[in-house]
């Protein structure tokens, strides 16, 4: 059963805008993504109606209490984690760098940490300064420039016994590229080194699940999937007991991955999360919310895959656009929705901004991915431009960026 466009796009209020007299096309969900109108809701609900913090004996704090619970229930299924190795905080990378701080604590001077010139910064940044602060070792998996792949040979060669984490991305964020996340995983425990993936990207197009994953710390921002502004990370039970947190005194007590919520968290934006996460689930079919997201992103995989078909199909023979990463067809397995570009003799920024008139939302820059941006050799001319498809884009809006496009030459 494929997805009812219609009744998803019905879901999203901002889908009916207008700019110019002509229906804007949100492609720029690589950046963040449109809010369904149940999360607002819930966020609404949650300020109007359950305002208090936690603990207390009245209603108002006690139904707080209990949208709480469900939140981190909610999120392990989404994470496919426990709701103990849950936590919230303001973005993914404030806990980035709060994870990267706690574990560091544990490692030894010398110790050695991989990242990977596919990863969004705040997968790497916070590596470089860590080091910094304890003597670390911070090398770099390279990426494979012919096709935007990562070069696990590299990764592998990198590999020592003073490895402690292999830092890498799920998705590339800038050129959609899927890492083989399993065998990254396989090959860091095999010298004893943790797998520390970030599931931004990954997170709104393919189904997380931290245990089937292999993976020991998953990263995601509801934001990118029809969500508010909240990062999320979901731990392994054991470590998230045993770093070192840093707390206020009467939170010494506080169970596992809870241990790393700082002060009052945003309960609006948790109850939107929540709200966020049986959106999806919404759009699939089985006896459990965790089922229910399994039935739904077969569905959102079979609907972007063929976007991104189509869309390749109409731009593959665009002499004046260079596309980057993978680009054969038969390799779409690969990558997700999500297509960096250039055009002959233009500025990635112009060339937003030419869309931006045409009622095309689209992003210019480096994301953030700034290893690849300087891998690929674009850093220095202004990045490249970058489009991504969601589940309620429709193809009608792929062929009208694909016209667009074709002006530009």
Known sequence: MSLDLDAVRSQFPALARTVGGQPFMYLDGPGGSQVAQVVADAMTHSLLHANAN????????????????????AAADFMGSKPDEIAFG????????????AAARTFEAGDEIITTELDHDSNVSQWLQVADDHGLIVRQARLHRTDGTLD??????????????????????????????????RHAHSVGALAWADGVHYAPHRRLDREQMGLDVLFTSPYKWFGPHLGMVAIRHDLAASWPA???RPADETPAGHRFETGTQSHEAMAGMTAAVDYLASLGAGATRAERLDSAYVRIREHEDALALQFWAGVEGMEHLTVYGLTDPERFADRVATFSFTVDGAHPAEVAQRLAQRGIAAWDGNFYALSASIALGLEESGGAIRVGFLHYTTPAEVDRLVAALGELG
């Open 54 to 73: 936690t603990g207390g004996p009245f209603a108002t704090s006690v139904e707080s209490d209990a949208a709480i619970v469900e939140s981190r229930r």
């Open 90 to 101: 303001p973005n993914t990378t404030t806990l980035q760098y709060l994870l990267a701080h």
């Open 152 to 185: 696990l040979h590299h990764l592998e060669s990198l590999l020592s016994p003073r490895t402690k984490v292999v830092a890498f991305t799920l998705a590339s964020n800038h050129l959609g590229t899927v890492t083989p996340f399993r065998e990254i995983a």
């Open 246 to 248: 840093n707390r206020v």
